[in-house]
């Protein structure tokens, strides 16, 4: 590490993953991006977010105007319209009056949150709250959720509420693409018979659902294999929080969180395109997580999973 003068001390090394590294904020000499943003690409959903237990948990898809979870709040973040809070932990949720707050500020819309049914009465009373505080309106559109409803985002897209098992009342979500597809009689039709069909009233499609992306928050195992559509998503994201050997899986499931074991135990049952595995404990160093990930993992799953640091 070269120093360029004498008065400076040493660069840090610059790497996105220390901003984990555990310096104390006197020895920062640099602003630190606290509201890192990853991304990727596949099949026209472009996946955005970061996500570390205890730090900050936050998703979005601009392409499907949704996001999930609000832990924190990048500025770029603050156009998507419908959000999906998993839970009420404040990891995930502290932003909330936040992103409610710049919306109104930038002259935007007010925006949908989707959360818990248990944590609408209490999120209300935080946004009041904040309104005396800040003297600013706190214009959110909450809508709680169960379980087992589901959520039409539009003609196209629909949501559905999965129930998950943590340490407070937390949901897990599907996001499916509805299409319509022509049944196969009618396949050798042409265009014009298609549509004089049609217009005689018969009904010559039928709607299929493609899973496009799941995302189950914080959860143990149960929020997995209780939702088995989850495992044929395109895009799934879930957390691994644990993937040290040491760390007891009855203790972590007992906590509601998954450890890299759950993983490799059902790598056959996962038909994701993508399984990004995310919401690491910040006990390892990120090179470390990635190491014993790419190691524990069999072929087949290790290169469609990211780790997500
Ligand atoms: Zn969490
Ligand atoms: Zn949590």
């Known amino acids: 590490m070269r120093n360029q003068g004498t008065h400076e001390r040493p660069r840090p090394k610059r790497k996105d993953a220390d901003v984990f ?61 419908n959000w999906f809070v998993s839970h009420a932990h404040l990891d995930h949720i502290a932003a909330l009056p936040v992103y409610v707050a710049r919306r109104r500020l930038m002259r935007m ?4 949150i989707y959360l818990p049914a248990e944590a609408v009465d209490p999120v209300h009373a935080l946004m009041r709250a904040y309104q005396r505080l800040d003297r600013g309106k706190q214009a959110a559109n909450l809508v709680g959720l169960e379980p087992g409803q589901e959520v039409e985002l539009s003609r196209e897209l629909i949501v559905s509420v999965l129930e998950t098992r943590h340490t407070i009342p937390s949901l897990g979500f599907l996001v499916w693409e509805r299409r319509k597809k022509l049944l196969p009689q009618y396949h050798d039709l042409s265009g014009p018979e298609i549509r004089d069909l049609r217009l005689s009233g018969v009904e010559v499609t039928k709607e299929i659902r493609l899973g496009r992306l799941a995302y189950l928050g914080d959860t143990n195992p149960a929020g997995l294999d209780g939702n ?5 998503a395109e895009i799934l994201i879930l957390e691994m929080t644990f993937v040290a050997r040491n760390e007891r899986p009855d203790q972590i499931h007992k906590f509601g969180h998954m450890h890299l074991d759950d993983f490799v135990s059902r790598a056959d049952r996962f038909k994701n395109d993508w399984i990004i595995a995310s919401h690491f404990s910040t006990r390892l160093h990120p090179e470390t997580i990635q190491k ?18």
């Not at 920062?28 to 990853?38: C, H, I, K, S, W």
């Not at 819309?109 to 949908?112: I, L, N, S």
């Not at 014993?292 to 640091?309: C, N």
């Open 228 to 232: 088995p559509e989850a495992y044929n």
């Open 109 to 112: 819309e007010p925006p949908t």
């Open 292 to 309: 014993i990930v790419s190691r524990a993992l069999p072929e087949g799953l290790r290169d469609r999973v990211k780790v997500w640091l």
């Open 21 to 81: 590294a555990g310096e104390l904020p006197e020895e920062l000499e640099y602003p630190v991006d606290n509201a890192p943003v990853r991304s990727f690409s596949h099949k026209g959903m472009t996946i955005e977010g970061y996500s570390r237990a205890a730090v900050q948990t936050y998703w979005r898809v601009p392409e499907l105007k949704l996001g999930f979870d609000l832990g924190l709040q990048p500025w770029s973040f603050m156009s998507t319209p």
